[in-house]
């Protein structure tokens, strides 16, 4: 694994795109132009790894978007301590863009093949979340509360689990709607009331599990 100049010099594109396309908070910009992201590639495809595209990583699903993972770690509003639970390890990108951040991470995954191998990877990058195998969906109420929860995959609807285990304050940033489209949604926990807001339109690979599809 070789971070070199020619890398940092795509970053530096890359981040310069989604700069156009409206993210502006500097810290987020700065950890996607600290993460190499071609380290999650074979080094056969490397070349897509600087494209603001969503990529295939085996198992069915993909890597995010980095204009996505910019957009979800914005709404975030990731400080520095903070525990954040993750619901979809994937690749284990935006795990390291969350830790950049300064975040302690507890990231969970579905499949068994993804957990493992970011599991392997991430430590040899200088991250060392806590990773957990299962149904993130149900989030992971023995390791809760949560100051901020980030679901990386399209849910049917809220999971009132993961609402329950933000702690007062808490924000909890998650895409729902159907198969085809979801709505980001950023859910903020004061009181006993949850007040909600509603973004853009993504396309991601479906959560699954007992409060997914
Ligand atoms: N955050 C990831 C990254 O940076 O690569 C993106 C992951 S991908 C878009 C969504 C991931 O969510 C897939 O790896 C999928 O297996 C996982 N997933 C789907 N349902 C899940 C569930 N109930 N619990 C945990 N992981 C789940």
Redesign the pocket.
Known sequence: MQDQYIHKGMRKQLVKEITKKGIQDKRVLAAIGHIPRHY?FDSALISHAYQDK?FP?G??????QPYT?AFQTTLLDVQPGDKIL????????????LMALGAKVY?????KK?YLRAKKLLPKMGFRPQFFL?????GIPGFAPFDKI?V??GAPSVPQSLLQQLNENGRLIIPVGNAQQQKMLRLIKIGNQVQEEVFSTFK?????????W
């Open positions: 999650f969503a990583i198992e069915g699903q993909t890597i995010s993972v993750e619901v979809g390890t994937g690749s284990g990108y935006q795990c390291c863009v990231t969970i995954e579905y499949n993804l299962g149904d993130g969906s149900k980030i990386t995959a991601f690979v479906p959560l699954v599990g007992e409060n997914g």
